[in-house]
């Protein structure tokens, strides 16, 4: 499995942006793809999660109501999209698949997911 993303940019506070996580290779409807995020000086997070068969999806607290995550099977994308954006947002974002069949859930552990892209940055002016 390979995972590209691509998406990010300068934008100001409030704007948006829309990330992509195309994926390529053989995945399962019971992988889960969550979104990253690492500040400078700051571990890596996760933002949001959802099943690749699309019917679970979740977000951390600090982006919930402003992003979306979903998932486009004709493309083997999922998106993330990200409205009223803060500076506090700013960071370099990851996709990454956490494959076989675990239990529904937005795992925090990186080190759970096997597959990772390259990272896109984001970077909110105020």
């Known amino acids: 499995v390979q995972l590209q993303a691509s998406g990010g940019g300068l934008v100001q506070a409030g704007g948006s942006l829309r990330l992509s996580c195309a994926a390529s290779g053989r995945i399962f409807s019971s992988y889960i793809v969550g979104w990253f995020r690492q500040a400078p000086g700051n571990e890596r997070e996760v933002v949001s999660a959802i099943r690749w068969s699309g019917l679970n999806t979740a977000y951390a607290d600090s982006v919930k109501g402003r992003f979306t995550i979903s998932r486009d099977n004709a493309r083997n994308t999922v998106y993330l999209q990200m409205n009223s954006l803060k500076p506090e947002d700013t960071a370099v974002y990851y996709c990454?698949?956490?494959?076989?069949?675990?239990?529904?859930?937005?795992?925090?552990?990186?080190?759970?997911?096997?597959?990772w892209g390259q990272g896109t940055q984001v970077t909110v002016s105020s």
């Open positions: 990454a698949i956490l494959g076989g069949s675990y239990v529904w859930g937005m795992y925090s552990n990186a080190r759970a997911y096997e597959y």
